[in-house]
């Protein structure tokens, strides 16, 4: 437990001397939150800025100041966190009794977009916000492990795995890439933090692979782990890291061919898609290059960024920003890394949805061997509530108009429908499926001058054939 205002009202409400700190900085804070168990979820830095307190800055620096005294060794591990310890301790047993148990062997012939997939023994491959690394022959399919998260224990993500295939349509179970940090609450890897969206890039300069993961939530920042081999042991290089001081959001990794140059784009703020030149050993982000989709507002502001190549243009597809609750993509162009990306519009066509056929992008691959094929890989995080247009349209009224109420209108019957369908840690993901569709790209014409992204529906398909 690190004492700050990042930290939620809930666990600092287990310590009575933060109870005290925050009665005095905060007088009427407690009242507001009692009985809400919304409220108490939200970190004390979040419940100040929503109420719009004046002199909020400073009495949050206060405040931080205060809070971090408690810092200290006997206060290290609060009294939820010891027992979230214990019962990860019991999870962990009980996938080693599960380890030596006989399976089914399971094999396919095709990609079943929005279909349960399952591994070579028949369980449910754990990769979500995943993605793809080719290396000798072999498709390594790596992602957060959501076998545990039920929206009621506790559990974000437990651990990195790591699949392999050679066809991209049976993949074999090579455990954990990075496995659960289960007795510290400050690692980013600890079950309970809500870290997303793995991405590993190789160093040619180091010959390292360079693993950075988000941790949302309260922190808002990466974490970024680093080894000698793909399939690891990574050991961690930053716990918390904000590129520039920014808050973090999605992101992709992306390395220029020719120049080795290392770059990352993120959401950061939720003010724009920014680009940093990574260091030359892909540890840090050095310096901001470029911005792009700037000044949008939720759910308009861009995340879950996804980045490939194709005859030298520069392509970015990402989401809007509406939680689990899939939305309408956007693909984007540009004439180098290091250059502002134009929108091409949303990418999946005849999509009655608007809601990317109920799927968002973590990232997109090419298919080794094949000329400008490529496949973008997404999850359906809640394939129980499957969005329409109506819910749809709902979703984008709702939060926008949270922030531009001239423009947007929404009922209270509609904010509560959103709010009861759209809570990120109360979401059962452990069920959550995969929507893997290839990207086709038409070239610029008179119609579409600067050329088209598309994706379209496919019940099943088979990477022979792609042209």
């Not at 970024?224 to 990794?253: C, R, S, T």
């Not at 997404?378 to 969005?387: F, L, Q, S």
Request: hydrophobic letters at 35%; glycine letters at 6%; proline letters at 5%.
């Amino acid at each position: 437990m690190v004492y700050n205002v990042s930290m939620k009202i809930e666990h600092l409400l287990e310590n009575e001397k933060a109870v005290r700190i925050l009665g005095q900085y905060l007088p009427g804070l407690l009242e507001r939150a009692a009985g809400n168990t919304q409220a108490v979820k939200l970190s004390v830095e979040q419940m100040v800025r929503y109420s719009r307190m004046p002199r909020a800055e400073a009495i949050l620096a206060k405040l931080d100041e205060a809070l971090q005294e408690l810092n200290t060794p006997e206060n290290a591990i609060s009294p939820s966190e010891a027992k979230l310890i214990q019962y990860f301790h019991e999870i962990a047993e009980k996938e080693k009794e599960k380890a030596g148990e006989e399976k089914a062997a399971h094999v396919q012939d095709a990609i079943y977009p929005g279909q349960p997939w399952m591994d070579t023994k028949g369980e449910r491959i754990q990769a979500h916000g995943g993605a793809v690394y080719y290396e000798d022959g072999v498709y390594y399919w790596y992602g957060e492990n959501k076998a545990h998260t039920d929206g009621k224990n506790g559990i974000w993500t437990w651990g990195l795995k790591v699949y392999a295939s050679k066809d991209l349509y049976n993949w074999e179970d090579l455990g954990y890439l990075i496995p659960p940090v289960l007795d510290d609450p400050n690692c980013a890897l600890f079950p309970a933090k809500r870290v997303d969206r793995p991405h590993i890039i190789k160093c040619q300069k180091t010959g390292k692979y360079v693993c950075w993961i988000k941790l949302s939530g309260p922190e808002a920042a990466f974490t970024i782990w680093q080894a000698d081999k793909l399939l690891g042991p990574y050991v961690p290089v930053e716990n918390l890291y904000n590129p520039g001081g920014h808050k973090a959001g999605d992101f992709d990794l992306i390395v220029d061919e020719e120049s080795q140059k290392g770059y990352i784009y993120f959401d950061a703020d939720h003010a724009s898609m920014l680009c940093m030149e990574l260091s030359d050993n892909y540890l840090q982000a050095e310096k901001e290059v470029t911005m792009s989709y700037r000044n949008l507002t939720p759910p308009f502001t861009r995340e879950a960024p996804a980045l490939f190549e194709a005859d030298g243009r520069k392509y970015m597809v990402t989401s809007g920003m509406t939680g689990y609750i899939p939305n309408k993509s956007d693909a984007a162009v540009s004439d180098g890394w290091e250059k502002e990306f134009a929108s091409l519009g949303n990418p999946h066509v005849q999509d009655s949805s608007n809601a990317s056929f109920n799927s968002q992008i973590s990232k997109i691959f090419k298919v080794e061997g094949k000329e400008n094929c490529f496949i973008a890989m997404a999850d359906r995080w809640v394939p129980a509530y499957m969005v329409d247009a109506r819910i749809a349209d709902l979703f984008t009224r709702v939060i926008a108009s949270s922030y531009e109420p001239q423009n947007y209108q929404a009922t209270d019957e509609e904010r509560r429908e959103m709010y009861a369908a759209n809570v990120l840690e109360e979401a059962d993901t452990s069920m959550a499926d995969y929507v893997w569709l290839p990207i086709r790209i038409e070239a610029p014409c008179e119609r579409y001058p600067q050329g088209r992204v598309l994706i379209e529906w496919k019940n099943k398909w088979r990477v022979e054939d792609m042209v």
